[in-house]
């Protein structure tokens, strides 16, 4: 920083010498006597209606003087009385901090309740196993990042997000994924809910009313409910063994999970990709990717993105919430060109753009290759768990009629239940029974209590749990299957 | 961690030996010297079209051999003759990169171009001294942080915010604000636009269409848009030397930017306090107080969170744009009870929630008083800012009719035009000349081209230059204003 403007170092030394903190306080003008009780009442309302919390110290008898115009005596007095009647403590050597158990503090709490308890088990598909999560190397690309930026870094940016980060996912997303990504078509937004419920609006503001989204069935039903609650009206678009059909009706969107199937596992058969893109340019509809878990795939034959064969038709989605972490709330879209304006301005209205700090550390995490490193061990650590689950399900220990689907990439399977029972109903039971938490097929269909004789399973987020953990959620499962 | 999951020390130490990156090609089956040719091609078209970035390191032949089943004869056959032909290079000790120049790379790059180049100087409203954000302290805050948090914080979270943010803040708010502030009634938002976008929406769902907001005028333009594009209807509420009107048409809800008017610089006076919180409760309307820039107050009254007066009918609205840096995103709101639960749902089909890392680290900055110190300092750098703005434009050796409005608190002050001139067309045209950038008051009003004899002023971001460009940024407005 330039130093040229004139400092007072003493003035700035006073200000750092005082170490209370703020405090504000509506006093009224009026004489001192006045204004001493109008300070207590102030004080004693601040602490009864909970606003200073116990624990909080309060400025200096000295600098509230300062502050409020009132004598030091005036002040120290207001203290001493307040400190009477058990609101305010003197600490030694810590000042004057409001007392631990004020009368009348605690107001309820309106709202929520607290979070229910977690299961013993959890093996609920959605989220990788956060004891991964590499908070040294995440801390240490901050601070390579914040040493690199210029100070305008800290202002308001651009909707589509920082330079950095557009530039370092344009390399890496071709890289890895295929995807056809010039920095200029990326915009960074804050996790796949934010893309797919910008993007649904953009269509509905290009049609004058509330786009028509086919989604696929089964599919998650939070997804479901993002389209819906930006304005579009969500279409069913079957799932059979070679993923979304693409018989579609009049549309304006197709949501899909190509590489791998949510939550049916399969990918998405290269006639309907064909078919799917060929849909899209004839009819002007686009194809939204999403590529929830594209980086974890086990075979040799990886399933590129389907945005790179047809850049133009396919508005791609990415996030680091299953490489990284779901709190780090970071993600992109690749758009077609003429898409990126409407989204940016979008995301300028909605949140003028993602958090700079975030975004610039991914940046260098990528760009440094830190980001490889840690996928690639991710994805041996999720590969070894699949293999177990594959064993210990399907093997020659298994049950006969168990099927364990939708392996060949990502973090969760589907396991099938055999005919004779349990259902999934039984099987839910069983596994509350263990402590066990994880997924059903059923509640993915977009008619819950549709067609009867529908296949049943579980749905097994094998990557929830933390690594000492995996193996006794793992049995649990494995009794539950055997009951 | 937990370590009893069984992992093979070999196979972790060749997973991280191997120091290429990703890549993905799609490659058909066949026979190998038809596969060779395709992984050729596949690279060729890659780097072509960009998804190989110049630079690139390639993975070792030995890898990607194993990755696409072929043998590492014809992984190094196809490198070479990739190299032969321009697209690779082999680097000493590092391996096959891309190369610097490949033919047909750099496909033109659609969408905004490069941002305007900065002005010389730059005393637009809006921002504060960004070469001030605390890189170090927020760098420290969030180690701290992150050492503190069980894993499980870096999993999906509550669309609310943290508890420790929100514990945090209302310790903070009610203590410096005055605002009542229980944890339970704060969702933490990505920034102000976000807030007010959020709101407007849950406002439209109550009413079923969308809703009508009264908003100052003059005000921020681009807070009505924000409105506007939430589905909002948006009325002029007349600004006069007492702060917003309270004679209002039947609304659903007034923003108000009470603490420092904005671009006026006013206060809201007591009465119209008065008025407006009996307007809220008799109508059920919502006041939106826009606490912008409450933490920057320079006299000895400080003006009071307009909530702590009503908190059942104000949405107090912070961020920490003013205070750190508008690249955060971080921002709250306190709401009455009953929109809590709405407001948490429209952020969770928004962006689930905002990011945690920078919620965890503001929390920690709050509760260890680094956030109390660091505002006091700013508000110390400001206010010599503005005590040398009006010393300049308004002392002795000031313009006659040049008067400095608005400058008991915030970052920005008004500069009202004398009579006979320049007017704000020609300030402006002269400040251009300078290589000046400032505000003015025209922009601001609802209708640009109203009523003529409307006051005419510039707003000054005095906080927006760093401390060595402001005397430059001074004399260059001051040049102006004796033109």
């Given at each position: 920083m330039d130093d040229s403007w004139p400092t007072s170092p003493a003035a700035a030394a006073e200000e750092h010498r005082e170490t209370g903190v703020d405090l504000h306080l509506d006093l009224p003008p009026g004489t001192s006597h006045g204004r001493r009780a109008a300070l207590e009442r102030a004080l004693r309302d601040a602490v009864r209606r909970g606003r200073l919390a116990p624990g909080s110290r309060l400025p200096s008898s000295r600098r509230l003087a300062a502050e409020t115009g009132l004598s030091r005596g005036t002040v120290k007095a207001a203290y001493d009385q307040l400190t009477a009647e058990g609101y305010l403590t003197a600490r030694q050597g810590s000042g004057t901090v409001v007392a631990d158990r004020p009368q009348g503090a605690s107001p309820p709490a309106p709202g929520r309740s607290a979070a229910a308890r977690p299961p013993r088990h959890d093996l609920r598909p959605g989220s990788p196993d956060v004891t991964f999560f590499p908070a040294s190397g995440w801390l240490r690309a901050a601070r390579r990042a914040l040493a690199a930026v210029p100070s305008a870094a800290f202002d308001y940016g651009d909707p589509r997000g920082t330079l950095q980060l557009r530039t370092a996912l344009a390399e890496y997303l071709g890289r890895t994924r295929g995807v056809v990504a010039e920095p200029d078509r990326i915009v960074v937004v804050s996790g796949y809910v934010q893309g797919l419920a910008l993007l649904t609006r953009v269509l509905g503001e290009a049609r004058g009313s509330g786009p028509v989204v086919g989604m696929e069935d089964p599919g998650l039903p939070f997804h479901r409910e993002v389209v819906r609650r930006a304005g579009g009206t969500v279409v069913p678009v079957p799932v059979d063994e070679r993923g979304a059909?693409?018989?579609?009706?009049?549309?304006?969107a197709v949501v899909l999970t190509p590489a791998h199937q949510y939550p049916t596992g399969v990918p998405l058969h290269p006639a309907r990709r064909h078919a799917l893109t060929a849909w899209a340019r004839a009819s002007g509809g686009i194809l939204v990717e999403d590529d929830y878990d594209g980086e974890f795939r086990y075979d040799r034959q990886p399933v590129g993105a389907l945005q790179g064969t047809a850049p133009d038709q396919v508005v791609y989605l990415g996030t680091a919430s299953k490489t990284l972490g779901p709190a780090l709330r970071l993600g992109w879209m690749v758009l077609p060109p003429r898409l990126v304006r409407p989204v940016a301005e979008a995301k300028l209205y909605s949140d003028y753009h993602t958090g700079a700090v975030g975004q610039l550390t991914l940046a260098e995490l990528i760009a440094e290759h830190g980001y490889d490193r840690h996928v690639r061990a991710a994805r041996l650590r999720y590969r070894r768990r699949r293999d177990l689950l594959v064993e210990r399900l399907a093997g020659p220990a298994g049950r006969p009629g168990v099927e364990v689907r939708g392996i060949a990439a990502g973090l969760q399977a589907l396991v099938s239940l055999p005919a004779e029972g349990p259902d999934e109903a039984a099987a839910l039971r069983l596994a509350a029974a263990e402590g066990l938490a994880v997924g059903a097929l059923g509640g993915h269909w977009h008619t819950p209590d549709g067609a009867a004789g529908r296949p049943q399973g579980l749905i097994v987020g094998y990557a929830t749990p933390g690594e000492g953990g995996y193996p006794a959620a793992l049995a649990a499962l494995t009794r539950v299957l055997r009951a």
């Amino acid at each position: 920083m330039d130093d040229s403007w004139p400092t007072s170092p003493a003035a700035a030394a006073e200000e750092h010498r005082e170490t209370g903190v703020d405090l504000h306080l509506d006093l009224p003008p009026g004489t001192s006597h006045g204004r001493r009780a109008a300070l207590e009442r102030a004080l004693r309302d601040a602490v009864r209606r909970g606003r200073l919390a116990p624990g909080s110290r309060l400025p200096s008898s000295r600098r509230l003087a300062a502050e409020t115009g009132l004598s030091r005596g005036t002040v120290k007095a207001a203290y001493d009385q307040l400190t009477a009647e058990g609101y305010l403590t003197a600490r030694q050597g810590s000042g004057t901090v409001v007392a631990d158990r004020p009368q009348g503090a605690s107001p309820p709490a309106p709202g929520r309740s607290a979070a229910a308890r977690p299961p013993r088990h959890d093996l609920r598909p959605g989220s990788p196993d956060v004891t991964f999560f590499p908070a040294s190397g995440w801390l240490r690309a901050a601070r390579r990042a914040l040493a690199a930026v210029p100070s305008a870094a800290f202002d308001y940016g651009d909707p589509r997000g920082t330079l950095q980060l557009r530039t370092a996912l344009a390399e890496y997303l071709g890289r890895t994924r295929g995807v056809v990504a010039e920095p200029d078509r990326i915009v960074v937004v804050s996790g796949y809910v934010q893309g797919l419920a910008l993007l649904t609006r953009v269509l509905g503001e290009a049609r004058g009313s509330g786009p028509v989204v086919g989604m696929e069935d089964p599919g998650l039903p939070f997804h479901r409910e993002v389209v819906r609650r930006a304005g579009g009206t969500v279409v069913p678009v079957p799932v059979d063994e070679r993923g979304a059909g693409a018989d579609l009706p009049e549309l304006d969107a197709v949501v899909l999970t190509p590489a791998h199937q949510y939550p049916t596992g399969v990918p998405l058969h290269p006639a309907r990709r064909h078919a799917l893109t060929a849909w899209a340019r004839a009819s002007g509809g686009i194809l939204v990717e999403d590529d929830y878990d594209g980086e974890f795939r086990y075979d040799r034959q990886p399933v590129g993105a389907l945005q790179g064969t047809a850049p133009d038709q396919v508005v791609y989605l990415g996030t680091a919430s299953k490489t990284l972490g779901p709190a780090l709330r970071l993600g992109w879209m690749v758009l077609p060109p003429r898409l990126v304006r409407p989204v940016a301005e979008a995301k300028l209205y909605s949140d003028y753009h993602t958090g700079a700090v975030g975004q610039l550390t991914l940046a260098e995490l990528i760009a440094e290759h830190g980001y490889d490193r840690h996928v690639r061990a991710a994805r041996l650590r999720y590969r070894r768990r699949r293999d177990l689950l594959v064993e210990r399900l399907a093997g020659p220990a298994g049950r006969p009629g168990v099927e364990v689907r939708g392996i060949a990439a990502g973090l969760q399977a589907l396991v099938s239940l055999p005919a004779e029972g349990p259902d999934e109903a039984a099987a839910l039971r069983l596994a509350a029974a263990e402590g066990l938490a994880v997924g059903a097929l059923g509640g993915h269909w977009h008619t819950p209590d549709g067609a009867a004789g529908r296949p049943q399973g579980l749905i097994v987020g094998y990557a929830t749990p933390g690594e000492g953990g995996y193996p006794a959620a793992l049995a649990a499962l494995t009794r539950v299957l055997r009951a």
